[in-house]
Structures are given as structure tokens and as C-alpha cells.
T-cell receptor, first 113, second 118 residues
Framework: GAGVSQSPSNKVTEKGKDVELRCDPI?????LYWYRQSLGQGLEFLIY????????KSGLPSDRFSAERTGGSVSTLTIQRTQQEDSAVYLC???????????FGPGTRLTVL | GENVEQHPSTLSVQEGDSAVIKCTYS??????FPWYKQELGKRPQLIID?????GEKKDQRIAVTLNKTAKHFSLHITETQPEDSAVYFC?????????????????FGKGTKLSVKP
């Protein structure tokens, strides 16, 4: 079956612009996660959705970052007024249940000029 | 919150040798410990995981051990091959019981770059 997909694969934007990144989880997966990976670095947790529960937003680095998940499936990560330090690969992952293995999407490489 | 430390940051071994990567975690409530392999420019791939009700798990050339008392877990790769070269990440999370909040979220170590020399 299809894995986690993300779009766009690459995004180049100018400082100060807003961007939207999309994640399509594996069908039926109730848990969805966003991570950020800067060049050569580890995975930094951003936000986590589980079913209908309130999302865990504890990893969002600033109020310029927000995310939503519509209908318990597709998720959009929005970064407002982008800064150069926002440049990174943004990875989405999903799992069948809270305790299940997490599967990653291919990521969106964001470059802020 | 949970904090995961991973060592070493880089590891170079000769083909055929074993490689060991170690991680420690801080939150005694964590009960799920996966390992991911990330090749250059690709997504992290789950290679093995272990839950806190077992002490060791093996899958062909890779094995993971868990010491709950000491709060550390390790990845062991035997008979390494050049295609094992990648960055390996450990992670820890809570997962059972309540939903929502931080439970179920994975906290990652900073990664180990493994190079296997032919």
C-alpha cells in the first residue's frame, strides 16, 4: 500500500513569506507527527496529533508555526513570516496507533532565502 | 520531558566487524524504543524496535538490548557490510494508557554516523 506522502518535495521561498507543507498519512493511521531536521542534525519534534485528542504542540519553536489536521487524515504545517533559520527538511510520520511503529514520509526540503 | 542521549556521534568499522551504538533516556515512563536508519538524502526507516517488557530483540544481523533499571538501550550490528553505512537514530516514547499530551511522541537522539569500510 501507499506510504506517507508529503508535498511539495522542495520549497524555496523568500524571507517573510508564508509557506504551507502538506502530509498525507498512511490510510487508517490515527497518529501523525511533524519533525524538523536541519542539515546534518537530528530530528526535532514539532507537533503530534492523535485521533480526536487535542494536539501536542509542545515542540513548535514559535507562534509563527501552526498545524492542523482535517478529518483525522491530511495535515498541513504552516510557517508564517519565514526566517532563514526555518530552512530544514520537514518530515511527517504516522502510526496506526499511539504505540505503533512510526513511518516517515520523504520530507519537504524548505529553503528560505 | 524526555531526553535521549546517543553515543558515539560517529563510528567507523571495518567490514565484517561489529558495531554498537548506545542510548540513554531520562524518563522512566518511556516504554517504546525504536531505531531508525537514515541514508543520505532519504527518509528515516524503522529497522528494529523494542518495548519495555522485553530485554532483547534480534532480527538477523541487528539486535537491540534494553536495560530499564539503568535506562539505556543499545543497537548491535554484526558482520557489518558497506550498505550498513548510514546515520542511525535511537528514540524513546511513552505509548500505553492515556491518549493525547506527549505520550506516544518520539524523542530522538542526535544520531550516529556509521561508516563501514570495505
Amino acid at each position: 500500500g501507499a506510504g506517507v506522502s508529503q508535498s511539495p518535495s522542495n520549497k524555496v521561498t523568500e524571507k517573510g513569506k508564508d509557506v504551507e507543507l502538506r502530509c498525507d498519512p498512511i490510510s487508517g493511521h490515527t497518529a501523525l507527527y511533524w519533525y524538523r531536521q536541519s542539515l546534518g542534525q537530528g530530528l526535532e519534534f514539532l507537533i503530534y496529533f492523535q485521533g480526536n485528542s487535542a494536539p501536542d504542540k509542545s515542540g513548535l519553536p514559535s507562534d509563527r508555526f501552526s498545524a492542523e489536521r482535517t478529518g483525522g487524515s491530511v495535515s498541513t504545517l504552516t510557517i508564517q513570516r519565514t526566517q532563514q533559520e526555518d530552512s530544514a527538511v520537514y518530515l511527517c510520520a504516522s502510526s496506526l496507533a499511539q504505540m505503533g511503529p512510526k513511518f516517515f514520509g520523504p520530507g519537504t526540503r524548505l529553503t528560505v532565502l | 520531558g524526555e531526553n535521549v542521549e546517543q553515543h558515539p556521534s560517529t563510528l567507523s568499522v571495518q567490514e565484517g566487524d561489529s558495531a554498537v551504538i548506545k542510548c540513554t533516556y531520562s524518563d522512566s515512563a518511556s516504554n517504546y524504543f525504536p531505531w531508525y536508519k537514515q541514508e543520505l538524502g532519504k527518509r528515516p526507516q524503522l529497522i528494529i524496535d523494542i518495548r519495555s517488557n522485553v530485554g532483547e530483540k534480534k532480527d538477523q544481523r541487528i539486535a537491540v538490548t534494553l536495560n530499564k533499571t539503568a535506562k539505556h538501550f543499545s543497537l548491535h550490528i554484526t558482520e557489518t557490510q558497506p550498505e550498513d553505512s548510514a546515520v542511525y537514530f535511537c528514540a524513546a516514547s511513552q505509548g500505553g494508557g492515556n491518549y493525547g499530551g506527549s505520550q506516544g511522541n518520539l524523542i530522538f537522539g542526535k544520531g550516529t554516523k556509521l561508516s563501514v569500510k570495505p
